[in-house]
């Protein structure tokens, strides 16, 4: 890859999550080098005015497209704004869930063309995505919508949860592809252990619904939020049940879920 090209991947991918880290640009695109690498390619396109740095939490930062190169192509200049807290959040969540999972977050254009049928006025159209699962029977291929935890209870994720099937079915074309199995709600969570308490929250529900649930433990989200101050200390201190970087589960939750 020759650094133009690497350069118009990298804007490409900020167009895309509207926000990203050095250390995911060093996992994407200099697989063969250091973060150093990273260092000086972002300083160019800072210095281009290309893309912004904005703080993360102590001397780690973010970046997001600059409002003229986001402009230029073709979005909406308000990308290349800094992050309020909350948003953050929700966006950095994002990211790390579709980088490991290997799948990318759909555009409001491309998700309003793609499902118009599906389109719920006030539902954020950035939070789905396409999930992919081998199973026994061959590749399943659903429609997500991730949910990040932002440090709060078990109880409030499953609220979440089970608001955002119930505004899905609001729409009979939505009810339609949940009862078939075709609709799964990702959660995020901070930690494996917050992960294990999520779902024992979910599993307190019973089989009552058709709405598949996967949960991923994400450890940069919980650094992010231990810094913070949004990590509660019980969290911190247990320890986690698996060794792994991520638990992923899905199972059967609730039909009439909260977002």
């Known amino acids: 890859m020759s650094t133009t090209e690497r350069d118009e991947a990298i804007l490409e991918h900020l167009r895309r999550f509207h926000l990203t880290t050095p250390e995911i640009l060093h996992r994407l695109f200099f697989p063969d080098a250091g973060l150093n690498a990273v260092r000086k390619v972002t300083g160019r396109l800072v210095r281009e005015r290309k893309i912004r740095p904005c703080p993360l939490y102590e001397q780690r930062k973010y970046f997001v497209l600059t409002p003229g190169q986001a402009a230029r192509m073709g979005e909406d200049r308000r990308i290349g704004q800094p992050y309020e807290e909350q948003g953050l959040v929700n966006a950095y969540g994002i990211l790390l869930f579709c980088i490991e999972q290997g799948t990318h977050p759909f555009s409001k254009a491309e998700f309003e063309e793609k499902f118009p049928e599906l389109v719920i006025r006030g539902v954020g159209a950035r939070n789905y995505y396409v ?23 078990p109880e409030t994720i499953r609220k979440k949860v089970h608001k955002v099937a119930a505004r899905a079915h609001t729409r009979p074309e939505f009810s339609t592809l949940i009862h078939k199995g075709g609709f799964v709600i990702a959660v995020v969570a901070p930690t494996d252990t917050k992960a294990e308490d999520i779902k024992a929250a979910l599993a307190a529900d019973g089989p009552g619904g058709k709405v598949l649930y996967r949960i991923v433990a994400s450890p940069e989200l919980g650094e992010y939020l231990l810094h913070k101050g949004r990590l509660r200390k019980n969290e911190r201190r247990r320890p986690a049940k698996s060794g792994g970087a991520a638990v992923a589960s899905e199972a059967e939750a609730q039909e009439g879920a909260e977002r």
């Open 131 to 153: 999930d992919r699962e081998e199973t026994a029977e061959g590749r399943k291929t659903r429609l997500g919508f991730i949910v990040v935890d932002y440090g709060t209870s």
